[in-house]
Each structure stands twice: as C-alpha cells, then as structure tokens.
Nanobody, 119 residues
Framework: QVQLVESGGGLVQAGGSLRLSCAASGRTGSSYTMGWFRQAPGKEREFVAR????????YYADSVKGRFTISRDNAKNTVYLQMNSLKPEDTAVYYCAQQGATTGAYDYWGQGTQVTVSS
C-alpha cells in the first residue's frame, strides 16, 4: 500500500548540515502524520520529529529541538528533515514513517539512511 524511501544521508563534520528526504509512493490518497526516527548503534530507536498531514503542526524531541526542522511537500509526496548544527551524537540510521489514522502507531517504515557526524 505505502512505500517510503529515505535519501540524503552521508558523512558530515560536526557543526555541518544535511537534509534528508523521504519519498512516499503507493495507494495513498491523502496525507497522514509523518515522523522521523533514528537508531544509533547499540541503542533503541528513538523519536526525532513528526509533522501533521497538513504540515501545519510539528513536534520535536528535546535533543534536536532548535537544530532540526521537519517539513513536507504534499504535492511531491515528500517529507524532509533539515538537520543543522549536527553533533557526533546525531550519528544514527534515520527512518521515516507514516502514522496510521486509527491506532496512532507508525504502520509504514522506510529502509533507513545512514547519517554519520565526525568530530
């Protein structure tokens, strides 16, 4: 039904910036809440940011607030994560996900894109 593909990851020095993209495809007629998550080596997956279907409401984890910005372009079926002032602790595999309207859980996930921040 839904396919999510992340891109834009890479290697960047501390203090640098990256913009991740998540392209959605499949039989999705309307926009849903989308989220970004990340998982560092040896750690559990953690929430990073989410954005409402309209794009008017956003929410961020305290660890990234003020540095990261989530946005979406519904005409392009794409959600973005602009990451500024990157820190080594931001190193992780970043995943985008789509939230289900009924349960509130994230039912669809991308394959992930690696972000590595060197000191």
């Amino acid at each position: 039904q839904v396919q999510l593909v992340e891109s834009g990851g890479g290697l960047v020095q501390a203090g640098g910036s990256l913009r991740l993209s998540c392209a959605a495809s499949g039989r999705t007629g309307s926009s849903y809440t989308m989220g970004w998550f990340r998982q560092a080596p040896g750690k559990e997956r953690e929430f990073v940011a989410r954005i409402s279907g309209s794009g008017l409401s956003t929410y961020y984890a305290d660890s990234v607030k003020g540095r990261f910005t989530i946005s979406r372009d519904n005409a392009k079926n794409t959600v973005y994560l602009q990451m500024n002032s990157l820190k080594p602790e931001d190193t992780a595999v970043y995943y985008c996900a789509q939230q289900g309207a009924t349960t509130g859980a994230y039912d669809y996930w991308g394959q992930g894109t690696q972000v590595t921040v060197s000191s």
